[in-house]
């Protein structure tokens, strides 16, 4: 999974390197020392608001204090070995950059407290993510997986997409899904279809018992008074997926989600329903219920399950990514080294910025006597 936005690390003199520390240092020296030998109508000391300024943009609330009041204390120096501190202009200096300098001290503590409450946001957002999208474990069963989620919002951690596993006795299920909409309010949705897989994975004996629970807990809840919008108007892509421990093969249950991509000894193969099912939540547009699709997947074969964000992310030509192009350049590597090319390449083609949250999710078939942690 992507790895969690580091913490700030404490407030000190100057966060970015300690080299800039001379810099407002540097300035009040060299002004005062050009001011003190300029000729009687030349007057630099005004210039000295700069380091107290340059301090507040790099530093803390520490560094511009003592930067304005080394500036200060310069103005008061070039007064005394200039006219004196009883001139009208080296009064009116000093004041002006006091009054200056306080206001930026003060900017900068507001900057500070705001900078220690985005802190504890982020935290609290982290421990949600870790909560909600829960990290897929390397090896499980038989079979070896890794992730990527990449979110579209500014400094948001997870969106609407989602992914989850669960060992059954039998194997191991995965669901990856799209909740209609992004942002903040795809949440609510997310949490429940994920709570729910969590709940019954192991409980249903057939992929399409587990579907069907799925979607009458997702259409349950949206139909509560509180639940915001028109049922009709929510629902989540996915795709359902069971892996038994023994054989060859995986099941799936293709709910309106993007299909998965087979690679096979250097092939790829798009695994492609043929009778899909509506989305999670409209379930009642199914009459003839869900069915299960049944492909192969042998020991050595690759599973890559996406959502749209990913086919849908758009070059400065507005060209859609070519994940089938694209993916057939690394169908050799394993789970974690393959989702590493493809995100660092899905970035690069939509120039670092993706308009929609985008999910990824590969497995491995390590094959039946490979069962490690998780079995």
């Known amino acids: 999974m992507y790895p969690l936005r580091s913490s700030p690390g404490p407030q000190g003199w100057w966060r970015p390197g300690r080299a800039l520390q001379v810099i407002p240092l540097a300035l009040i020296v060299a002004i005062t020392v050009v001011d003190i030998l300029a000729p009687p109508e030349i007057h630099l000391g005004p210039l000295l608001i700069v380091a107290p300024a340059l301090a507040a943009s790099f530093g803390g609330v520490l560094a511009t204090t003592v930067a304005a009041l080394l500036a200060i204390g310069a103005q008061v120096l070039i007064g005394l070995l200039r006219d004196g501190l009883t001139t009208a202009n080296h009064l009116a200096q000093i004041a002006a950059l006091i009054g200056v300098s306080a206001f930026i001290v003060l900017l900068r503590a507001l900057r500070a407290r705001h900078e220690r409450e985005l802190h504890q946001v982020r935290s609290v957002s982290e421990a949600a993510q870790r909560v909600l999208l829960r990290p897929l474990p390397d090896r499980i069963g038989p079979l070896r997986l890794a992730s ?13 997409d989602l992914y ?5 006795p039998t194997g191991t299920r995965l669901l990856v899904g799209d909740v209609r909409g992004k942002g903040l309010a795809s949440l609510g949705d ?18 399409p018992e587990l579907a069907t629970y799925l979607d009458g807990s997702l259409r349950w809840d949206l139909a509560q008074p509180a639940g915001g919008e028109d049922p009709g108007e929510s629902f989540i892509t996915a795709v359902i997926l069971d892996i038994p421990d023994d054989g060859a093969e995986v099941r799936m249950v293709d709910c309106g989600h993007p299909p998965p991509l087979l690679l096979h000894r250097g092939t790829v193969t798009t695994l492609t329903a043929r009778r899909p099912a509506p989305p999670l939540g409209l379930g009642d547009l199914a009459p003839d219920g869900y069915r299960v699709e049944v492909f192969p997947f042998g020991p050595g074969d690759r599973l890559l399950m996406y959502t749209d964000g990913v086919i849908e992310a758009r070059d400065a030509g507005r060209n859609f990514y070519p994940l089938d192009e694209r993916i057939g350049r690394w169908t050799r590597e394993h789970p974690a080294a393959l989702l590493a090319q493809l995100r660092r390449d899905l ?13 990824l999710v590969a497995v491995e078939r390590l094959g039946t006597d490979a069962a490690g942690p998780g079995r």
């Open 164 to 168: 989850a596993v669960a060992r059954t």
């Open 190 to 207: 997310a949490a429940l279809l994920l709570g729910a897989f969590r709940a019954a994975a192991h409980l249903h004996s057939t992929l």
């Open 148 to 160: 990527v989620y990449l979110a579209a919002e500014a400094e948001a951690l997870i969106g609407g």
């Open 347 to 359: 970035l690069a083609h939509a120039g670092g910025h993706l308009g929609d949250d985008a999910a």
